[in-house]
């Protein structure tokens, strides 16, 4: 059984701070692209970081700079590192994996950055 359970979530201030962490079981987590997505009430569900199976790193042109996604295969856990904080960045925070067409998603983590 495939599981993305995703933690780290919280409330931060603006300026502030957190780490997300996605624990994956049940998928060889080096064949499977990894990334980040997010989703703001109201609004679709966007493309935040991704860790490719090459390698590779992008990110979303929004989070550039301040947002850093890695990998510890050793552990299967994706990681997103998420500094100076804005309110523009609350949102559900998902895990994702791709095999294309394979394709799985974890259960969510709230962020709030808010005062």
């Known amino acids: 059984q495939v599981r993305l359970v995703e933690s780290g979530g919280g409330l931060v201030q603006p300026g502030g701070s957190l780490r997300l962490s996605c624990a994956a079981s049940?998928?060889?987590?080096?064949?499977?692209?990894m990334a980040w997505y997010r989703q703001a009430p109201g609004k679709q569900r966007e493309f935040v970081a991704l860790?490719?199976?090459?390698?590779?790193?992008s990110y979303a042109d929004s989070v550039k700079g301040r947002f850093t996604i890695f990998k510890d295969a050793a552990k299967n856990t994706l990681s997103l590192q998420m500094d100076n904080l804005r309110p523009d960045d609350t949102a559900v925070y998902y895990c994702f994996a791709q095999w294309d067409p394979i394709e799985f998603w974890g259960q969510g983590t709230q962020v709030t950055v808010s005062s």
């Open positions: 049940g998928i060889d987590f080096d064949s499977y692209n």
């Open positions: 860790s490719a199976t090459t390698g590779g790193r």
